[in-house]
Nanobody, 126 residues
Framework: QVQLVESGGGLVQAGGSLRLSCAASGRTFSSYAMGWFRQAPGKEREFVAA????????YYADSVKGRFTISRDNAKNTVYLQMNSLKPEDTAVYYCAADRWSTVFTVASGASVDYWGQGTQVTVSS
């Protein structure tokens, strides 16, 4: 069993930055590929970024490529999402996801996610 707890959300002006964190419980964190998804009001949940279990591979949605960076620290059981040059359309609840032994592309599909976090709100004002 893995529990995921996100933090770091908040209100920021357009052009600003935020860093989200997702802390995982359990001793098997390093066996999970991790991802970030988001859901805006009235919209479906969408993929944002993914990172392999080793951190050697990353994958991004086109909408955030070049602005967001995903990273992980397996010693701290934590995955991060650094968000720069934020836009109002980035406003959403951001969710952390864990997908055991998967590739970043499988994580991106959302079809085999084993665990989800509870989400953290990110609001970007114009």
């Amino acid at each position: 069993q893995v529990q995921l707890v996100e933090s770091g959300g908040g209100l920021v002006q357009a052009g600003g930055s935020l860093r989200l964190s997702c802390a995982a419980s359990g001793r098997t964190f390093s066996s999970y590929a991790m991802g970030w998804f988001r859901q805006a009001p009235g919209k479906e949940r969408e993929f944002v970024a993914a990172i392999s279990w080793s951190g050697g591979s990353t994958y991004y949605a086109d909408s955030v490529k070049g602005r967001f960076t995903i990273s992980r620290d397996n010693a701290k059981n934590t995955v991060y999402l650094q968000m720069n040059s934020l836009k109002p359309e980035d406003t959403a609840v951001y969710y952390c996801a864990a997908d055991r032994w998967s590739t970043v592309f499988t994580v991106a599909s959302g079809a085999s996610v084993d665990y989800w976090g509870q989400g953290t709100q990110v609001t970007v004002s114009s």
